[in-house]
């Protein structure tokens, strides 16, 4: 358990359905983070999130759409998906940002599949 | 960006010495991490070097040299537990808050 939950764990989606994943920590953490995981490639950071500010986009396309109402969720809102955005998105969360030994708490994942 | 390299697959014994490589390039290091994930399962931290030298935990020992731009994190007395994907992750002065992350050796645990 790492404190960090994500929800829900399996979705399967049509390329026209809209749909919203949820992530939810509970360590008091001002930092919270959706990276993309594909098989056999390096996890891509999407967006970060300090103190309920975006501060990082890292160009993705619109149709991904992040929310962060307080400092303890995040929801990543999916419309107009493609079949290669199939993958695992996972959460992440941090006490701050900047310090140089900070580690994250992942989530275990929600398995995305588009049809 | 970094590049960071990693070797995708390695096969040991139950018992035995494992160790993963991992080699980055960046224009200005600030700390290297090593996380494990189990299939279907979160990434968790394992650990974090930032000075060159060998860091121990218990079996499991991560070592860094920046001169040469190379990590290895080594699993002692390997058990079937052990079975999992292995992420080096780099932090770079440019970025502060980011982590570049290498894409995983897949470790498996034969008894």
Redesign the interface.
């Known amino acids: 358990e790492?404190g960090?939950t994500q929800t829900p764990r399996h979705l399967v989606m049509g390329m026209t359905n809209k749909k919203s994943l949820k992530c939810e920590q509970h360590l008091g953490h001002n930092?919270m983070y959706w990276y993309k995981q594909s098989a056999?490639?390096?996890?891509e950071?999407m967006f970060?999130y300090?103190l309920e500010e975006r501060?990082?986009n890292n160009s993705v396309p619109s149709r991904f759409s992040p929310e962060c109402p307080n400092s303890s969720h995040l929801f990543l809102h999916l419309h107009t998906l493609q079949p290669e955005d199939s993958a695992l998105y996972?959460c992440a969360s941090?006490q701050d940002?900047?310090s140089?030994?900070?580690?994250?708490?992942?989530?275990?994942?929600t398995q995305l599949s588009v049809l | 960006g970094q590049n960071?390299d990693q070797p995708?697959e390695m096969t040991a014994t139950e018992g035995a010495i494992v160790q993963i490589n991992c080699t980055y390039q960046t224009s200005g290091f600030?700390?290297l991490?090593w996380?494990q994930q189990h299939a279907?399962?979160?990434?968790?931290?394992l650990s974090?070097n930032?000075l060159d030298g060998l860091e121990e935990k218990g079996r499991f020992s991560s070592f860094l040299s920046r001169s040469k731009g190379y990590s290895y994190l080594l699993l002692k007395e390997l058990q079937m537990k052990d079975s999992a994907s292995y992420?080096c992750?780099v932090?770079d002065l440019s970025g502060?808050?980011?982590?570049?992350?290498?894409?995983?050796t897949t470790v498996t645990v034969r008894a």
Do not use: C, M, Q
């Open positions: 790492t960090v930092a056999k490639k390096p996890l950071l970060v300090s501060v990082e996972l941090s940002l900047g140089t030994n900070e580690k994250l708490f992942f989530g275990s994942g | 960071i995708t600030n700390g991490f996380y279907g399962e979160a990434p968790t931290f974090y930032v992420l992750a932090r502060d808050y980011k982590l570049s992350f290498g894409a995983g």
